[in-house]
């Protein structure tokens, strides 16, 4: 999980309820990136930023939003907007200036639509 | 479009065989090639990169190979371990976008005593 944290790792919502999930990292990435991933499949992208105070969507944005006000910070809302939420959602960072192009992800945060 | 996808979804292998999970992608401009192991609940760990101007990369027990005439891309584990039982997956990097990752469909290992 190497330094970066996601919260709550279990989440429930009921249906029309916006959530935020929570992304911490400490290894001093510029770029973040927020992940679903639905059972039996390939991660799919929501949204990334490449530095503080800016994001780009994905290919999913549809119904999530995000901010980037601190560097170590990557919250993602999960909106009433988006149509099926339940998935697992991961948390990723890189930037490191010896392997900027790996990503670390975090362990997840599994959310459930009641 | 661009994609990256996977053969096999199951793989089932006999401890100590060797492993090989296949992958194919079909964006020529990729730059980079990434490896990842995803155990059940957890987030993908790293296993090992190649980039676009090499065939061959070697890690511990782990060999990635490319190939890109085919636009495939293969990981062979040598001498498969019980802790190799996981999902893997191919991921597709292109520097001028970004680099935002594009992943393959998964293909899970299954070691079987």
């Known amino acids: 999980d190497g330094g970066i944290t996601q919260s709550p790792k279990y989440l429930f919502r009921k249906e029309g309820q916006n959530v935020t999930l929570s992304c911490e990292q400490n290894?001093?990435?510029?770029?973040m990136y927020w992940y679903r991933q639905d059972p039996g499949q390939g991660l799919r992208l929501i949204y990334y930023?490449?530095?503080?105070?800016?994001?780009q969507k994905g290919d999913i944005a549809e119904g999530y939003s995000v901010s980037r006000e601190k560097k170590e910070s990557f919250p993602l809302t999960v909106t009433s907007a988006q149509k099926n939420p339940t998935a697992f959602y991961l948390c990723?960072?890189?930037?490191?200036?010896?392997?900027?192009?790996?990503?670390?992800f975090g362990p997840g945060t599994r959310l459930t639509v009641l | 479009g661009e994609s990256v996808g996977l053969h096999l979804p199951t793989l089932s292998v006999q401890e100590g065989d060797n492993s090989i999970i296949n992958c194919a992608y079909s964006?020529?401009?990729?730059?980079?090639f990434i490896w990842y192991k995803q155990e059940s609940g957890k987030g993908p760990q790293f296993i090992i990169d190649?980039?676009?101007?090499?065939d061959k990369r070697q890690g511990q027990r782990v060999t990635v190979l490319l190939n890109k005439t085919v636009k495939h891309l293969s990981l062979q584990i040598a001498a498969t371990q019980p802790g190799d039982s996981a999902v893997y997956f191919c991921?597709?990097?292109?520097?001028?976008?970004?680099?935002?990752?594009?992943f393959g469909g998964g293909t899970r290992v299954l070691v079987k005593p």
């Open positions: 990723a960072s890189s930037g490191d200036v010896t392997r900027y192009n790996e990503q670390f």
């Open positions: 290894l001093n990435h510029d770029a």
């Open positions: 930023s490449q530095i503080v105070n800016d994001f």
């Open positions: 964006n020529s401009a990729s730059d980079y």
């Open positions: 190649i980039r676009s101007n090499m």
């Open positions: 991921a597709e990097n292109r520097e001028a976008a970004g680099n935002k990752l594009t």
